[in-house]
Each structure stands twice: as C-alpha cells, then as structure tokens.
C-alpha cells in the first residue's frame, strides 16, 4: 500500500468544489512538510501547494492563488486541499506528498508520494 492514500476526487461541473484528503499510512509524517501536486494528461507534474509541519507555512502555484486552500492540523498525519471555483484546467490527477520540503515547490524535496486521486472537471 502507498505510504500516502488520497480520497475526495471526482467529477464537477466548472465552477464547483472539491476537497480532497490525504492521510498517511503505516508511517507518521508529522515531521514532514506535506503537500499536493498534480498531472494533467500529456503533461509533466506540476506543483499544487503544501504546508509546514505545524501547519503555519502555506505554499502555492501562483495560478492557484485565491482557489484552493490547503490545511493540516499542527503536526497531523492529515493533509487537506479545498478547491474553489474550479476549472476545465484543472482536471489532473492529483498526488498527495510528504517529505523534507525545504523547497517546497520542488518535486525532489518529496520522498513519499499517494497513488493519486483524479479531479475531473466538465464544462
């Protein structure tokens, strides 16, 4: 079993909600920097956004701003990401991730990755 296991995906019409979860299993990760990336079909990874271990330091892509909202409880296993307003661009399958995160945006930084859960969206 992934380390990590998403939940909370699926189909939504543009403009709608999401909120997926992510949860580790059979290993803590409440010293690790958790986070979200994606990958959209014919295209390379991208960075989504993460939080600290204590859940005070926030990260995103820049073109997420304002959307999509991420949150963990101070050092939690648990990590959430609400997504707001969404859009046909949006539709990826989404990677929940944990690891040292010192560059948080940097896909290297992250040891342990979910099987991913896939965010569609209609327009």
């Known amino acids: 079993q992934a380390p990590l296991v998403e939940s909370g995906g699926g189909l939504v019409q543009a403009g709608g909600s999401l909120r997926l979860s992510c949860a580790g299993s059979?290993?803590?990760?409440?010293?690790?920097?958790m986070g979200w990336f994606r990958q959209a079909p014919g295209k390379e990874s991208e960075f989504v956004s993460a939080v600290s271990r204590s859940g005070a330091s926030t990260y995103y892509a820049d073109s997420l701003k304002g959307r999509f909202t991420i949150f963990r409880p101070y050092a939690s296993n648990r990590v959430y990401l609400q997504m707001n307003s969404l859009k046909p661009e949006d539709t990826a399958v989404y990677y929940c991730?944990?690891?040292?995160?010192?560059?948080?945006?940097?896909?290297?930084?992250?040891?342990?990755w979910g099987q991913g859960t896939q965010v569609t969206v209609s327009s």
């Open positions: 991730v944990a690891g040292s995160g010192a560059v948080p945006r940097m896909e290297s930084e992250y040891d342990y």
């Open positions: 059979g290993r803590t990760f409440d010293s690790d920097t």
